[in-house]
């Protein structure tokens, strides 16, 4: 059997793992917490720093593993291709792409040279925090490293502005925040595949999220393909963006990256260089028949991304189809019971369901304005929006968590779709 290392042990890197495991690859996962999701069904697993580079290389060695591939996990891209490095072995991650997808401060730096719009925002380190001048609540804090929403905060005063920078300071190890804008309007994402130096949209999406955790961080609560934008997208932004790639020398590999849309206007934002927590690689195999967990698997062994009819199957109009992601967030506290899953799972329109609480576990405080609260994504695929619509208020009856003293413990349901718009 092909051995396979791969890095990171969150609950969407553990469907890579399985995707693998079903390939006939043994798996090998490496991930510090003992007890991460991915280690479950891994053929072995070992408690490594995803950023422990000679260790790792050392362990690939040890193990006999033919391959290393990184998970879903934005921080871990930049060590997998510095492992990859030092054995020799095939990696998609260009030196470029990750110094322009893999922190916020390097994609604005590129989104200026290639001229393209991202939010108005400026850097600050320890040396000075003090509110910048030009920019006018409310305001976006980010630590630029970090992602699913770790260590971000609206703020709308100076009070709130200094405790929230301090804190953002905490979560970045490069000790640098990005403070923005704070974009209220419409958010859509676009994900590109990479092969043999071509890039392909595959999907455009529209986003939504929650307003109902005050100043945390908006998370997602559900996505729908095509993207209303697509068009603008296509014309506005595109064709800068292939620029860029080709700047970056990109060859193979996924990207996701998330704008923002105002007045007409598509600001950039938030890219990450490999598989999606939101996963529409589930949407994009079910409609086109491809799976871009299996082409990067296959990838790490032969450097090669996809068959050669990769082109003809890719669709990001999805056929005529629409489909669509709903995030189900929990609320702080202990799941004492969960109803309804089976049933959503065996509709006929549900393509997968991804559970990452059971019947038990508790979503701590802290999590709250992360994805770490995410405790399912659905996945629905329909002929129309009227469809999904209807899918919506119906898996909204079915599906009811509730805490140990039988509270409900859904934040809040997506709420269907305007059918004008799609």
Request: net charge negative; with cysteine; charged share 25%.
């Amino acid at each position: 059997m092909k051995r396979l290392i791969i890095l990171g042990g969150n609950p969407e890197t553990a469907v890579l793992v399985d995707v693998a495991n079903a390939m006939g690859i043994y798996t090998i996962v490496v991930d510090p917490n003992p007890n991460a999701p991915a280690k479950k069904n891994a053929a072995e697993s070992h408690d490594f720093d995803g950023f422990d580079v000679d260790g790792i290389a050392q362990l690939a060695k040890d193990r006999n593993a033919d391959a290393v591939l990184v998970g879903v996990a934005d921080i871990l891209v930049k060590p997998y291709r510095e492992i990859c490095e030092k054995l020799g072995i095939h990696c998609y991650a260009t030196k470029e792409a990750i110094e322009a997808f893999c922190s916020k401060d390097g994609f604005k730096r590129y989104c200026a040279e290639y001229n393209i719009q991202d939010i108005p925002g400026i850097y600050l380190d320890a040396s000075n925090i003090d509110k910048p001048e030009n920019l006018d609540y409310p305001l976006m804090i980010k630590p630029v490293d970090s992602g699913g929403g770790v260590g971000m905060k609206i703020c709308r005063d100076d009070n709130d502005y200094n405790e929230s920078v301090k804190t953002a300071l905490k979560f970045s190890k490069k000790g640098v925040v990005l403070v923005e804008k704070y974009m209220d309007c419409d958010d859509m994402a676009a994900y590109y595949t990479f092969r043999n130096g071509v890039p392909y949209i595959s999907a455009i999406s529209d986003r939504l999220t929650t307003k109902k955790q005050g100043d945390a961080s908006p998370v997602c609560i559900g996505a729908v393909y095509p993207s209303k934008h697509s068009q603008l997208f296509i014309d506005q932004v595109h064709p800068k963006l292939c620029e860029l790639f080709k700047g970056l020398k990109i060859q193979n590999g996924v990207l996701n990256i998330q704008f923002f849309v105002e007045n007409g206007v598509v600001y950039a934002y938030d890219p990450g260089f490999r598989l999606q927590g939101e996963a529409p690689h589930i949407h994009i195999n079910h409609i086109n028949g491809f799976d871009h967990r299996e082409m990067l698997v296959n990838y790490a062994f032969t450097g090669v991304l996809g068959e050669d009819d990769f082109a003809e199957k890719n669709d990001y109009w999805f056929r005529g189809k629409n489909a669509c992601t709903i995030w189900i967030l929990l609320t702080g506290g202990e799941i004492g019971s969960i109803e309804g899953v089976d049933e959503i799972k065996n509709d006929p329109n549900t393509v997968f369901v991804l559970e990452r609480f059971k019947e038990g576990d508790t979503v701590e405080e802290e999590w709250l304005g992360t994805e770490r609260q995410v405790y399912s994504r659905i996945y629905v695929v329909a002929d129309t929006i009227a469809e999904i619509n209807s899918k919506i208020r119906a898996f909204k009856d079915v599906l009811k968590i509730k805490d140990t003293n039988g509270e409900n413990m859904i934040l809040e349901w997506l709420k269907p779709f305007n059918e004008d718009d799609y």
